[in-house]
């Protein structure tokens, strides 16, 4: 079992920065470093859609379209943790964001395929 634990979320300007972190915790043994990790977020009224993903390893990363080039995903597995720098924020980035671990070899856009989720961090943007 892995618990995941958002923070860094808030309320933040339009052109805004912010960066979110993921702790994970779990049993003896078991770290992030064996998993792909993700950052999706889910607006009210919406579905949860997918924003970037990281290999185990950190060799590649993936990004919603159109949030590329504005958010960067990053980990550090020797601390237990994985990143979500978000730069140029917009209000329709307003959201909950939250953080999943992808245990075997499911796709990592896609959020059925994640086996752990953390609760969620609120990020609001204001115009």
């Known amino acids: 079992q892995v618990q995941l634990v958002e923070s860094g979320g808030g309320l933040v300007q339009a052109g805004g920065s912010l960066r979110l972190s993921c702790a994970a915790s779990?049993?003896?043994?078991?770290?992030?470093?064996?998993?792909?990790m993700g950052w999706f977020r889910q607006a009210p009224g919406k579905e949860r859609e997918f924003v970037a993903a990281?290999?185990?390893?950190?060799?590649?990363?993936t990004y919603a379209g159109s949030l590329k080039g504005r958010f960067t995903i990053s980990r550090d597995n020797a601390k237990n943790t994985v990143s979500l720098q978000m730069n140029s924020l917009k209000p329709e980035d307003t959201a909950v964001y939250y953080c999943?671990?992808?245990?075997?070899?499911?796709?990592?856009?896609?959020?059925?395929?994640?086996?752990?989720w953390g609760q969620g961090t609120q990020v609001t943007v204001s115009s």
């Open positions: 779990g049993r003896t043994g078991r770290t992030l470093s064996t998993y792909a």
């Open positions: 999943a671990a992808l245990r075997g070899s499911g796709s990592m856009t896609r959020p059925g395929d994640y086996d752990y």
């Open positions: 990281i290999t185990w390893s950190g060799g590649s990363t």
